[in-house]
């Protein structure tokens, strides 16, 4: 088995810079690690230009990047690969009866789990990393568990076992409080399945899996669940997306159709500080923040109860507490959003090492708090553009880390 990947949704190469180790030395990309990526996708929808794939050509080159909606991309035609990676977004997975057939079902046009799920169909990668927010495990509010449940039995449905975590960077000696669910997945024609199968749920989930080797938890679980989504229990997935309802805690497997699922707690590591990555040396002045500007940011950020009016007429308080102003340099940067930098209560507002003066992230600050190369997004964006798709990315030391371990799996297939 070699070591090929597939990078979906590739924003700016996240995974990528993860899984490689990449680093910039006088201006030239060097990809540390040994994975061959055969082919990768990004497309944005929202806007003409596209600047996330124009960062991530100028950094690894045009060739076998491609800029098409995945929707339009023949399945056929992705290279055979053995991992595929993506970090995709929290929509509406519910499945209906398609009105032409009564046979068929069929997913909401545009929610990208179902292009996913059609690569899974055509091309059964061996191995699959995905990142999603961790609402995942929980949406939607009124049939808790439904959207995770269908990506689970649509991994079953495909041949597939699925391990799962929600993992904090912060908590993991990285510079964001990022909690992203990290789902890896693996055909049961692969070794490791083979060696899975024959494990207790528990014991994937708290000693033998791939994320917890990584990212140790302390040994007592604070609460579990068991739950199975199987053919015996939903005839199909149109039936899981109707009936299926669970509690999801924040690690998880899945295999042969049973689920076992556990609240565990990370052992904490050193924290990274936001001291360690801001800028130690003079700040262009347009980070710097007006009096008028300083003034906004303290109402936004302040405790505040306003009163409101529900759709029914309805008389309320919206109540919000304070935050920290400025953040607080001895612990890890919030996580970022895409309107980081914008005039919004999640921005991060620092105080200067220099002036001591209040004022924004500089984007290399926020390409650190990723842990991306310095100047990754330098590639002719707008301070905003770069912004933006610091908000959309990962912090790249988690799938280091994770890389670590696929590393021995694959080895271990040969
Ligand atoms: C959460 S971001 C992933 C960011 C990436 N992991 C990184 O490190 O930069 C999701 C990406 O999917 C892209 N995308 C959204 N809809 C798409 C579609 N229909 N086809 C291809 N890419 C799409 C977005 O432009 C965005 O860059």
């Known amino acids: 088995m070699e070591k090929t990947v597939v990078e979906l949704f590739a924003g700016v190469g996240g995974f990528r810079c993860g899984l490689n180790n990449v680093v910039i030395n006088n201006n030239k990309v060097i990809e540390k690690g040994n994975w061959h990526f055969l082919w990768a996708n990004q497309w944005e929808p929202a806007t003409k230009t596209q600047e996330a794939y124009d960062c991530y050509i100028k950094r690894f080159g045009k060739d076998n990047v491609s ?74 509010a009124k049939q808790r568990g439904r959207d995770f449940g269908i990506i689970l039995r649509s991994f079953l449905d495909n041949g597939y076992a699925v391990e799962w975590r929600v993992i904090n960077a912060a908590e993991y000696g990285h510079p964001q409080k990022r909690r992203r669910t990290y789902i890896f997945a693996y055909h049961k024609s692969t070794n490791y399945y083979k060696k899975m199968k024959n494990k207790k749920l528990e014991n994937i989930v708290l000693k033998n899996g791939l994320f917890v080797k990584q990212f140790p938890i302390i040994k007592d679980v604070l609460n579990d669940n068991k739950a199975s989504i199987t053919k015996d229990n939903y005839k199909d997935l149109l039936e899981v997306s109707n009936n299926f309802t669970t509690q999801f805690y924040n690690a998880g497997i899945m295999l042969n159709g049973k689920i076992y699922t556990a609240k565990v707690t990370p052992i904490n590591e050193k924290i990274k500080p936001l001291k360690d990555i801001i800028e130690n040396k003079e700040v262009a002045s347009k980070y710097f923040l007006s009096e008028e500007k300083l003034q906004k940011f303290k ?116």
């Open 67 to 140: 800029n098409i909606d995945i929707f339009k991309v023949n399945k056929e035609e992705i290279p055979t690969h053995t991992l595929l990676v993506g970090g995709f977004p929290c929509q509406d997975y519910s499945v209906a009866k398609t009105l032409a057939s009564s046979k068929g079902i069929e997913g909401k046009k545009g929610v990208l789990w179902w292009a996913i799920n059609e690569v899974l169909k055509v091309k059964k990668p061996p191995f699959v990393l995905l990142e999603n927010v961790d609402r995942i495990l929980i949406s939607p």
């Open 299 to 414: 109402i936004l950020k302040g405790s505040k109860s306003i009163p409101r009016i529900k759709p029914n007429g309805e008389k309320y308080f919206y109540s919000e507490g304070s935050m920290p102003y400025p953040d607080n340099l001895e612990a890890p940067a919030r996580t970022m959003l895409t309107s980081e930098g914008g005039i919004s209560r999640s921005t991060h507002i620092v105080e200067d090492f220099i002036t001591k003066k209040i004022r924004l992230l500089t984007p290399l600050e926020c390409e650190r708090i990723n842990e991306f190369p310095d100047n990754w997004t330098n590639t002719g964006m707008s301070d905003k553009k770069r912004n933006f798709m610091m908000g959309n990315a990962l912090v790249v030391g988690v799938v280091k880390k994770i890389g670590q371990e696929l590393e021995k799996i694959i080895e271990m297939e040969n």
